[in-house]
């Protein structure tokens, strides 16, 4: 009987041990099921992200070639990628003015250039060019922005890059570019930004180097790089893929 009884608990207790282990593997099971569809849900979250950046890109590209087919350039022939900035813009870059004919164009086909995209194309005029003196222009692109479904991006692109143009900060960088610091504080003071003294280059025994120290007024120090904020007149600068 005793051991009828021996053998009867050790069953249990086996059969709680098996319990057990059930238990645990299907907890397990459940987890790993969780963490799977968790990852499921990030990899479709960045895919959709990706997905959305590639839409606004081509939609921004498409509106782009729209804005400067409008100023009687051709239509931009595919490039390698490239990241906007000073690549072309010298201290020596006359300014330009965009056209308001199509015979303008013709003035740059005696040199052989390389294709340059849209993207870049507006962002030198608004960098070197009369494009954000003319509120009609900017009216219009605003409307070709809205069109191809940008505008919600663009338009708070356009309003900073008017405000900065407003500030003097397109003509200072060309000033800072070319190595003139003293009339590039005069620029700015005259746009309202109030420096302590002269940006300085803050490499000095370089001087093709972009990156400049600036003190102002109120205490404040700001080390820029010319590039790093001229890349901002670019269109494409509003543009970051996500995931």
């Known amino acids: 009987m005793i051991s009828g009884l021996g053998a009867f ?12 282990d059930m238990k645990l593997r299907q907890q397990y099971v459940d987890e790993q099921k969780k963490s799977n569809e968790r990852d499921a849900e990030v990899h479709q979250a ?30 931009p022939q595919p490039v390698p990628s490239v990241a906007p900035g000073l690549r072309d813009i010298s201290a020596n870059a006359p300014v ?14 005696q040199r052989s250039l390389p294709a340059v995209s849209s993207d870049e194309i507006i962002g030198k005029r608004m960098l070197t060019g009369n494009l954000l003196e003319d509120p009609d222009e900017l009216t219009r692109m605003a409307r070709i922005y809205k069109k191809h479904g940008v505008l919600d991006e663009m338009a708070p692109w356009l309003n900073e890059a008017y405000g900065a143009k407003k500030r003097g900060i397109p ?12 009339g590039a504080s005069q620029v700015l003071r005259n746009g309202g930004i109030k420096l302590v003294d002269d940006p300085v280059r ?11 120290k600036l003190r102002f007024e109120d205490g404040r120090e700001r080390d ?9 007149f670019f269109p494409s600068s509003i543009l970051h893929p996500k995931g």
């Open 224 to 232: 820029i790089n010319l590039k790093a904020i001229a890349t901002k």
């Open 46 to 75: 960045r895919m959709d992200a990706l997905n959305l950046y590639r839409l606004k890109r081509n939609r921004l590209r498409a509106a782009n070639d729209e804005i400067t087919a409008g100023w009687g350039l051709p239509a």
């Open 96 to 109: 330009m003015k965009y056209p308001r004919a199509p015979g303008l164009s013709s003035v740059n086909k």
């Open 202 to 212: 803050i490499n000095p025994d370089d001087p093709l180097s972009n990156s400049w």
């Open 171 to 182: 003509h200072a960088l060309h000033l800072l570019l070319s190595g003139d610091g003293k």
């Open 9 to 20: 608990a050790g069953g249990l207790s086996d059969g709680m041990r098996v319990g057990q």
